[in-house]
């Protein structure tokens, strides 16, 4: 291992100011802010990476001062860079790799892919590899980086999905909107609409709550939650069939609530919005207690903005807009008055 060895992270844009905190929280230093992506240094056990949970993936990062990537099969690079590899592959379930590359399949990407296979266990499969080695022109100057990803998958693919919908939520979008709404061992907490289940399963991994709840008008949903939450070794969460515009429950039952809003695109009609959102909105106002919490998601700007300059009894604590999907939706924070 280099003596200071370097890492990048890559997230979901919007999302910076969530995995920076889980990054010094977790001991990362000299953290240089990139375009989606934060570079760093490390010095504690590598595998202790895989806790963060707002990041899509995690690298381990090398830099190369070459003008060409033929460069990396000579000694002093080859070496270095069939150290890192060992090094990542020691401490993960790989058998085999793969690169991410422009130029890939050329021939000197497939001696590369040789020549790496000969000093190392790994096999060469370059479509499927569980080693994944991305090689790129540094952004400035002349040079190449490497990039190994420290896990066979990206991170936020969780290993409990193994039901999707859908319109699902990235689960590293979920951590961000807990997040948000604080982890409290004593908060009552509804994830209203609550889909495949991702927003209230990352909550019930964060920590311990008062009481934990989802909801969903949509049996195939409910069943797609339970088959999740079982895979994640959950139990005793329960799911309600309930509309939660209408929900069977009493006024200050829940302290906090989440929710991903239909965006009338995989889930819902644009028409249907015009009703849904301030009658969502109303009903929240009355099972969640005075001074409680709730964390929106929608893709409908324009019209939930307007929407919740009619309502009354809720204020506005803060806003991001993430990109999801191929849509830039935005999270809202509000409070009950």
Known sequence: MEKSAIYETEFLDGLAPFVLKELVELGGISIKKMKNS???????????????????SVYRFLQYDISRPRALLGDHNLRRLVEAITEVSSSGDFNSFRFSAAG?????????????????????????????IR???????????????????????????VCNLPG???????????????????????????????????RALAGPS???????????????????LKAAGLEGIEVLKADATSMPVPEGSFDVVSVDLPWGDAIGSFKSLNDLYPAFLTE???????????????HDLKRFDAFLRTQTGWREKHQFQVFHGGHHPKVYLLERD
């Open 135 to 161: 090689i790129r022109r540094k952004t400035s100057n002349n040079g190449w980086e490497v990039l190994l990803r420290l896990s066979s998958r990206p991170l936020s693919a969780r290993s409990w999905r």
């Open 284 to 298: 929240m106002h009355r099972i969640i207690s005075p001074g409680g919490r709730i964390v929106l998601i929608s």
């Open 210 to 228: 008062g009481s934990l709840l989802g909801c969903d008008c949509d049996t195939r949903a409910l069943d797609c939650s339970r088959q999740n």
């Open 104 to 132: 890939k399949t050329s021939e000197v990407f497939q001696r590369l892919g040789r020549t790496l296979k000969g000093l190392t266990r790994l096999r060469f499969d370059p479509d499927g590899g569980d080693l994944l």
């Open 38 to 56: 934060f570079r760093f240094r490390f010095k504690k056990d590598p595998e202790e990476l895989s806790r963060l949970r707002t990041v899509v």
């Open 168 to 202: 699902g939520l990235n689960a590293t979008v979920a951590v961000a909107v807990n997040t948000m709404l604080g982890i409290s061992p004593n908060d009552r907490y509804l994830n209203a609409m609550s889909g495949s289940g991702t927003i209230l399963i990352e």
